[in-house]
């Protein structure tokens, strides 16, 4: 079933007469240009906003999470101190076509709000959900989020959007910074001396991505070898492995996304013959408010890539894991954050 059949079944005349009247209300007094070229008539000021992708729930939290009306998914318990009240209050509306559960139409109509905002992707049929989000009567505007060098436009512009230019330029230029700093430490690194890298997904660590998936980005940044070498097929990606295919791998490093999966490393005996695991060179990705690498991927993969940089190349890029830690929290989300915070962060 298409996005535009799933969305046509959804609404129903009814409900495109409801949206009619709802946006009649509203003045349309500017016009811009997203970032796929579209033109999208917006309110003058926009004070309700609904971020239709996991990727645009993380803009949003980063500029301006007092507008948001509703989440694309629910906010992890141990995340839940990491997000500001406002955030905390709101309802979990879904996403648009493929990003975790399925949002409800009326349900998002009956928020009112003023602007849509969603996340393209070379994966998703783009014009199909423009199509489908256009039937709710909604201005959408959507957004490149896919690479993090796709994070400094995004925030500007979506800033621009929202009256919030006076916070996200600090924000764009961190990420420019940190991406130039880890080209110029290391990115001239030849393939031959990067470390070897297995992606650990899924809770028995038998899944991974891609060496070109905008999953494991993180790892190209910071010169790693992703051992599994292919192009990205979808937009899911976690592709199954058998531990044979892991043993052939026999990486120097192990980077762990889910918890369970580190204790699967650590207790099955099959995993024990690896190089990294006899080395002890298996890292737990850091979840907190967001996973620093991926799920969804977000502008934490600019503090993720560093903190990779220095587990991979410690001689050629320095990182202080305490004071990058807490600058990038404080830039990014507003937060003091002390020691104790910073272990509780790192326990993963």
Not at 58 to 82: E, K, N
Not at 134 to 146: H, I, N, S, W
Not at 235 to 264: C, H, N, T, W, Y
């Amino acid at each position: 079933m298409t996005p535009k059949t799933i969305l046509r079944g959804a609404l129903g005349a009814g409900l495109a007469l409801l949206a009619a009247l709802s946006w009649s209300e509203q003045a349309a007094a500017r016009e811009i240009t997203d970032l796929l070229g579209h033109t999208v008539h917006v309110p003058d000021r926009v004070n309700r906003v609904f971020g239709a992708d996991p990727p645009i729930n993380v803009l949003l939290h980063t500029l301006a999470p007092d507008l948001m009306v509703g989440l694309s998914f629910p906010i992890a318990p141990p995340a839940r101190r990491f997000h500001p009240p406002d955030m905390l209050a709101l309802p979990v509306l879904g996403g648009a076509f493929g990003s975790g559960q399925q949002m409800n139409p009326e349900t998002v109509l009956a928020l009112k709000p003023d602007l849509v905002l969603a996340w393209k992707t070379p994966f998703m049929d783009v014009a199909g959900k423009k199509d489908g989000l256009d039937r709710l009567g909604l201005p959408v505007a959507f957004v490149q989020l896919d690479t993090l060098a796709d994070w400094p436009a995004a925030l500007r512009f979506a800033s621009a959007l929202l009256g919030r230019e006076a916070i996200a330029e600090t924000k764009a230029a961190y990420v420019e910074k940190a991406l130039a700093r880890l080209a110029g430490s290391v990115g001239r690194v030849p393939e031959n001396r990067r470390p070897r890298v297995y992606y650990a997904e899924g809770a028995d660590g038998l899944a991974t991505d891609c060496h070109r998936s905008f999953h494991t980005e993180a790892i190209e940044l910071a010169a790693g070898y992703n051992v599994h070498r292919c192009q990205q097929k979808d937009r899911m990606g976690m592709e199954r492995m058998s531990i044979e295919q892991v043993l052939a791998f026999d990486p120097d490093l192990i980077i762990v996304q889910d918890r369970a999966a580190m204790k699967v490393i650590r207790d099955d005996p099959r995993w024990r013959n690896l190089r990294a695991v006899k080395a002890g060179r298996v890292h737990g990705v850091p979840h907190w408010p967001y996973n620093w690498i991926d799920r969804p991927p977000s502008v934490m993969r600019a503090l993720g890539a560093q903190w990779l940089a220095g587990l991979f190349h410690p001689d050629r890029f320095r990182f202080d894991l305490r004071r990058e830690v807490r600058e990038f929290y404080r830039l990014f989300f507003g937060l003091t954050l002390g020691d104790a915070d910073i272990d509780e962060i790192m326990a993963n």
